[in-house]
């Protein structure tokens, strides 16, 4: 009621691609900024072949930043999502919680496809930052 | 019991190289540099972080959840205190003397502690000095605050904070085993504590959490004050560091804060302008939430001004 959205961002379909496929290196993570929040607020993994892409919101802590630094979302062995704010560990490919603060619980994925080589999220994407 | 409070903690992790980087760019300087097997990173006052390899046999074993420290070492005022710790704590648990000087031993919720004379240097370093209407100016003519190319160098260790299965077994071991006060309290969640040596708000705090989470919450080090902590804060975020909640002033402590995410798995935080208290002081309690927790919250963002940035040329 009446709290205007953040700067203006609201809930909406992403109308450019992230990248291309081919910009997302094999093993590696990288954040992404759909809205144009000024934060990441979501992620893709390249791996094996697939693509797997969550929002950058810890299940531990409402809307927290899981890197730490700019697209580093993986524990150094490069085979699991960690959370550098209290180290909770994630599988890469079913987002669960294996170890730390938010054991069980899931990281919220975001739907991607691959068009003509590019990446898109596909249907509507909450803005992230923090209100 | 002259404890003054952190002097030290040491780290179990993966890649040296990343928690190297991250902790020179926050500003602590390498002083005993290990290569790949790690590293200790010193604050103004000698306090510090130190580095080592997650396997490393000279640590003690690791808690079974997901933090990364291994061991929080106390600096108090002298021998005498190191003795009288070591009489106490040795009523009921074992007690080791390290070879390299330091008292050894686990705190009631398993947290491997160790107790040593400090290392700190006393600092002797000016103040933020700022202008205020009706005050001496802080700088005189020509002294120019908002410098960008000034230092911003974490001058002490501040506080740290843990995540524990039970709050009033933490507390009380800290209370009434090695004599700290409490100063301030969140209902449900844990006191700030400050030992006998050291009048800041708190060099300690906890949060009531499940097993699963036991570990460290965040740690923080003192600034010259908050234009240093901003210039610190956003020099991090210029790096591409990820900014957790900050910066913003809390209620309790009154400190200025921003923490960043990091490769130690937990939150390190720039604080600046705390409270000190001593015995006088009667502690407050409230609810924890946000309200209580901060008294205001910037979030950093890039950069905007009226009117929008220049248009971009060629
Ligand atoms: S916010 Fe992610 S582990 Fe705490």
Request: net charge negative; proline share 7%; with cysteine.
């Amino acid at each position: 009621m009446g709290v205007p959205a953040r700067r203006g961002i609201d809930a909406r379909e992403v109308t450019a691609p992230l990248c291309r496929l081919e910009d997302l290196a094999e093993g590696k993570s990288r954040g992404f900024d759909p809205l144009g929040e000024g934060r990441d607020t979501m992620f893709v993994i390249r791996r094996g072949g697939r693509l797997y892409a969550w929002r950058n919101h810890c299940p531990h802590y409402d809307r927290a930043r899981m890197a730490w630094k700019k697209d580093e979302f993986l524990d150094p062995t490069g085979s699991r999502i960690m959370c550098f704010a209290h180290g909770a560990l994630f599988e890469i490919d079913s987002g669960e919680c294996t170890l730390g603060p938010c054991l069980g619980q899931h990281l919220t994925a975001v739907p991607v496809e691959i068009r003509d080589g590019q990446v898109w999220v596909t249907g509507v994407y909450e803005p992230g930052l923090r209100r | 019991m002259r404890i003054i409070g952190p002097d030290e903690l040491i780290f179990g992790v993966d890649n040296i190289s990343d928690g190297r980087a991250f902790l020179v760019d926050y500003g602590l300087d390498e002083t005993d540099s290990r290569g790949d097997e790690g590293g200790t990173f010193e604050a103004a006052d000698g306090t510090a972080i130190t580095l080592r390899r997650r396997d490393d046999a000279s640590l003690p074993p690791p808690l079974p959840t997901a933090t990364l420290l291994r061991r929080t070492i106390w600096g108090v005022e002298d021998e005498a205190t190191i003795e009288a710790i070591a009489d106490e704590l040795s009523k009921d648990r074992d007690v080791v003397r390290t070879s390299d000087g330091m008292l050894a031993c686990k705190d009631d919720t398993g947290f491997e502690i160790a107790f040593r004379v400090t290392r700190r240097r006393k600092l002797d370093l000016p103040a933020e000095m700022i202008n205020s209407p009706g005050a001496k100016p802080g700088r005189g003519p020509n002294i120019v605050g908002a410098n960008e190319d000034a230092p911003a160098k974490p001058r002490t260790l501040s506080h740290i904070v843990y995540f524990v299965p039970d709050m009033d077994v933490m507390a009380n071991f800290y209370i009434q085993r090695l004599q700290f006060v409490v100063t301030d309290k969140f209902t449900n969640t844990g006191p700030f504590l400050r030992p006998q040596a050291n009048l800041d708000h708190h060099v300690l705090f906890m949060i009531q959490t499940p097993p699963y989470m036991q570990g460290i919450e965040h740690l923080a080090f003192h600034m010259q004050g908050p234009t240093e902590l901003m210039l610190a804060g956003s020099r991090m975020v210029k790096k591409g560091y990820e900014s957790f909640w900050g910066p913003g002033r809390h209620k309790f402590g009154s400190n200025w804060f921003w923490y960043f995410n990091s490769p130690l798995g937990t939150h390190v935080e720039y604080d600046a302008d705390m409270d000190l208290h001593d015995g006088d002081w009667i502690h407050r309690e409230t609810p924890m939430g946000p309200e209580q927790a901060q008294m205001f919250l910037f979030e950093n963002v890039e950069k905007w001004m009226p009117g929008g940035p220049p248009g971009k040329k060629d």
